[in-house]
């Protein structure tokens, strides 16, 4: 399972967002900051360059920048509803109800294996809880020798500690910690990219901020 460091190529790469629904809100002190880093994280797949970007309605274009796939997954969503309404996920290749809390479940292996033929280089993780769903679909991952990318500021769970050992846990195991504004310039690479100028308007807004710790032994 050796971690093979390299950039991202939107070619080879998946991004999973795990379970980030309603019910959870109101048991998460940072789920609003979460969301609106996310939101960045997803508008950059989608923005349409044909129409003006506005600051709330990023995620709303049809077309799709970065043209990564994106696969959702909710958690028992009969109990805990649908992805928050602030994340369009429209363009997902699947938003799968789950009661696995790995998101690694047959019917999305299943969907990756008809995207990729066989599995994916990257993967790009972010949701919640990081030390439940997020951390054992990482584990899943890894254990198929897929580099994963933890986008630390889209990850929350109800306690921050929760959330910072699991970082921790999954920084051992071989996943790249990162944020979203990294993950979004690992993909473009290039100023002369022709999505630059519409990435750019995304990440002019400073992300919220997470309030997230490193060990001293890591500083």
Same mark, same amino acid.
């Given at each position: 399972?050796?971690?093979? *460091?390299?950039?991202?190529?939107?070619?080879?790469?998946?991004?999973?967002?795990?379970?980030?629904?309603?019910?959870?809100?109101?048991?998460?002190?940072?789920?609003?900051?979460?969301?609106?880093?996310?939101?960045?994280?997803?508008?950059?797949?989608?923005?349409?360059?044909?129409?003006?970007?506005?600051?709330?309605?990023?995620?709303?274009?049809?077309?799709?920048?970065?043209?990564?796939?994106?696969?959702?997954?909710?958690?028992?969503?009969?109990?805990?509803?649908?992805?928050?309404?602030?994340?369009?996920?429209?363009?997902?290749?699947?938003?799968?109800?789950?009661?696995?809390?790995?998101?690694? $479940?047959?019917?999305?292996?299943?969907?990756?294996?008809?995207?990729?033929?066989?599995?994916?280089?990257?993967?790009?993780?972010?949701?919640?809880?990081?030390?439940?769903?997020?951390?054992? $679909?990482?584990?899943?991952?890894?254990?198929?020798?897929? !580099?994963?990318?933890?986008?630390?500021?889209?990850?929350?769970?109800?306690? !921050?500690?929760?959330?910072?050992?699991?970082?921790?846990?999954? *920084?051992?195991?071989?996943?790249?910690?990162?944020?979203?504004?990294?993950?979004?310039?690992?993909?473009?690479?290039?100023?002369? !990219?022709?999505?630059?100028?519409?990435? *750019?308007?995304?990440?002019?807004? $400073?992300?919220?901020?997470?309030?997230?710790?490193?060990?001293?032994?890591?500083?």
């Amino acid at each position: 399972m050796a971690l093979r *460091r390299c950039h991202l190529n939107p070619k080879k790469t998946l991004f999973l967002l795990c379970d980030i629904q309603e019910k959870f809100r109101p048991g998460m002190p940072l789920f609003d900051k979460m969301v609106k880093n996310a939101d960045k994280l997803i508008a950059a797949l989608i923005c349409d360059s044909r129409r003006r970007l506005n600051m709330f309605d990023f995620q709303t274009k049809a077309g799709k920048a970065l043209d990564v796939p994106l696969i959702v997954t909710e958690h028992y969503p009969e109990k805990l509803g649908k992805t928050v309404a602030e994340l369009d996920v429209q363009h997902a290749k699947a938003v799968q109800g789950k009661t696995y809390f790995s998101m690694m $479940t047959p019917q999305v292996k299943s969907v990756i294996k008809d995207i990729f033929g066989e599995k994916p280089q990257d993967v790009v993780l972010y949701g919640l809880e990081s030390h439940i769903c997020v951390e054992q $679909t990482a584990i899943d991952l890894r254990e198929q020798d897929i !580099n994963v990318y933890i986008v630390a500021d889209c990850c929350c769970s109800r306690l !921050n500690q929760d959330r910072d050992l699991a970082l921790e846990r999954l *920084r051992q195991a071989g996943c790249v910690i990162t944020t979203s504004e990294s993950v979004i310039f690992d993909l473009v690479r290039d100023k002369n !990219n022709p999505k630059f100028d519409i990435v *750019r308007k995304l990440v002019n807004p $400073t992300s919220e901020d997470m309030a997230l710790t490193r060990s001293p032994s890591k500083l």
